[in-house]
């Protein structure tokens, strides 16, 4: 069969592979090559060196170091509250109470709103509460950084909520039997049996809310258009160095180049970490 | 022992109501921005950001204040062009899903029945773009696109497939991993083609992961933002998401009532769908979690 198949390449790998090679092989290599150039095109490019990667850390008008370690508390922050809400209301749902349909459909619901529609409709929201007291959004960076905290906290905990459930529900029936024969109590079977058997789950929806955290950027831009500058996230960052300012296409080019190493690294790191807590059945 | 027993189910049936109390509770707070947003989208657009908590009752004086019809959604209808927007975000997602449906699983099939350095090379590949943030590609993307001419509602669906190929091998291939070759190879056996085999029985087996599949493709590109802003000739053809950034415009005030009205239109048609199949929806979630 193997054999039979393989000649034919050309009808089930070419199409999706040319595809692959436009929309993201040709522009990766080519953005790579780039951020060692400068250019105000593309077809000026003159090699520089690592001088954009210079420019990218030390221009003092640019926020991306503050950008870097921003973005990286917003993600460790919202990962920690959206799994730690997801999971006990997974774990709350799954006993079955009245309603629990109604619960999960409006839970999931805001998943399907898209980024930027998201952003504009919590902005009214949230400058209505705080024209309470005097504020709005933008007066400084922690408004902004909270505000995105609650708004991906309400749009993604039905999503980790759904993973934690399906989770829970294929955790063997005689486990939790002789959890209950051994006398755990309730603490002591979460504990030492269903977050064990959880930890799949619990390694995609990390992986989940820890990338999308980092690469966040409709809301961002709707929510508060990255003003003030300090309350752009890295994703936002770059897209100002791209098209905010003229002749910065280097240093943008570089920082993604920077932003795409760093998002790889926690992806495999977040993968080997929570793996290696799995256990085999 | 009967007693006991029968106390803490009491206990068990009173905790449940509580729960369910809060429940409720709580998912009405969840359903609240939705309902606020509703109903700024009829008051006039001085009272949106004035007073957006306030919940005009017909009759009432604040309603004869505030209550503007349907004012805001002519208005918004009109500066967005959103009837075209819509026909644009309709016929990109339904084709790039189409797309990456067919082409992706063929791969998949491919690739996990073909050992070979390409067959890992295709899949390797495929993982590492699923992790790429979009700032990597996205000034090179666009400028390719220009030069390809690949800046229409067509032409973007060869950008979707090339990116949502990750996802889509990946799903694919983590169903076909499960799937037994047996038909296959006797299929083959008996003279089938590979394309027959491919179309007659290994794409039946599959619908469960074509429609979860669909599903997460088709949030991400109905929704996406960024991609279609760069690649897109954006005097000609605007997506939802695009319509509603543009009302912000360079300057100056945004349109609250008009952003209001546009929201709702937005976001009306994607929870009827929902609705309408949640069941699909939410197990589709599932089974792509599964995988992962």
Known sequence: MEKALKKWWPLFILPTMAAFTIGFLIPFVWGLYLSFCEFTTVNDAVWVGLNNYVLAF?????????????TALFSVVSTVIINVLGLTVAILLVRGIRGTNIFRTVFFMPNLIGGIVLGWLWQVL?????????????????????????????????????????GLQSIPEELMEAASI???????TLRFVKL??????ITICTFLTITNGFKLFDQNLALTNGMPPESRLMALDIYNTFYGRTGWAGAGQAKAVVFCIIVVAIALLQQKLTHSKEVQQ | MAKQKSTLKRGTRILNSILTLVFSLISLAYVYPLFIMLVNSFKKKAYISRAPFTVPIPGSETWNKMYVGTQNYATG????????????????????????????SMTAWYINRVTSKLSKGVYALCL??????????????????????LN????????????????????????????????????????????????????????????????????????????????????????????VQYLKGGYGSVDMGAMMAMLVLAIIP???????????????VMAGAVKG
């Open chain 2, 152 to 243: 229409t509602p067509l032409g973007i669906v060869i950008i979707y497939l090339g990116f949502g190929a990750g996802l889509a091998v990946f799903m694919f291939s983590g169903y076909m991993k499960s799937c037994p070759i047996a038909i296959e190879e006797s299929a083959m056996i008996d003279g089938c083609s590979p394309p027959r085999t491919f179309f007659s029985i290994v794409l039946p087996i599959l619908q469960p992961t074509y429609v979860s599949t669909a599903i997460l493709e088709a949030m991400w590109i109905w929704n996406d933002y960024l991609l279609p802003y760069l690649v897109l000739d954006i005097k000609k053809y605007k997506t939802i998401p695009i319509a």
């Open chain 2, 270 to 284: 994607i929870i009827v769908l929902y609705l309408a199949c949640q069941k699909f929806i939410i197990s589709g």
């Open chain 2, 128 to 149: 590492f773009s699923m992790v790429v943030p979009f700032q990597m590609v996205m000034f090179t993307l666009s400028k390719l696109a220009n030069m390809l001419h």
């Open chain 1, 126 to 166: 949230i400058n209505g509460v705080l024209a309470k007291y005097g504020v709005t959004i933008v007066t400084n960076e922690w408004y902004g950084f909270w505000s995105l905290i609650l708004v991906m906290t309400w749009q993604q905990l039905g999503y980790m909520m759904i993973i934690y459930i399906s």
């Open chain 1, 196 to 201: 064990p058997m959880l930890m799949p789950s």
């Open chain 1, 182 to 188: 051994d006398g755990a109590n309730a603490w002591q």
């Open chain 1, 58 to 70: 030390t221009d003092p008008s640019s926020y991306f170091t503050h950008s870097l370690w921003y």
């Open chain 2, 77 to 104: 209808i009109e500066k967005t062009d959103f009837l075209h927007s819509f026909w644009f975000s309709l016929l990109i997602t339904i084709l790039s899903v189409f797309v990456i449906l067919l082409f992706c």
